[in-house]
């Protein structure tokens, strides 16, 4: 079991940036990939960044150029830096740690708010 603890979220105006945190526990060593999702009112969740172990990134193109996604395996944390931020990505953000050992699993932090104000 993979637990995820994000934090970071709140209200910033158009332009402004902020930055995510997801910091894991538990079987951490199983994790091969780490994303930020981000789901709008009325809308799908949708993959927004994600890491690799190997530290491969994949960005959807609406924020490639925006923002930036990396970690800290000392400190067991994703970080998703968002610059240049415009109303559209107001979001709950949910971060997601994925793996096959010992069997397929899928874990998901509670979620933190976004909002980018006009």
């Known amino acids: 079991q993979v637990q995820l603890v994000e934090s970071g979220g709140g209200l910033v105006q158009t332009g402004g940036s902020l930055r995510l945190s997801c910091t894991a526990s538990?079987?951490?060593?199983?994790?091969?990939?780490m994303g930020w999702y981000r789901q709008a009112p009325g809308k799908q969740r949708e993959l927004v960044a994600s890491i690799t172990s190997s530290g491969s990134t994949n960005y959807v193109d609406s924020v490639k150029g925006r923002f930036t996604i990396s970690r800290d395996n000392a400190k067991n944390t994703v970080y998703l830096r968002m610059n240049s931020l415009e109303p559209e990505d107001t979001a709950v953000y949910y971060c997601?740690?994925?793996?096959?050992?010992?069997?397929?699993?899928?874990?998901w932090g509670q979620g933190t708010q976004v909002t980018v104000s006009s």
């Open positions: 997601n740690a994925g793996g096959i050992r010992p069997t397929v699993f899928s874990s």
């Open positions: 538990g079987n951490i060593f199983q994790i091969i990939i």
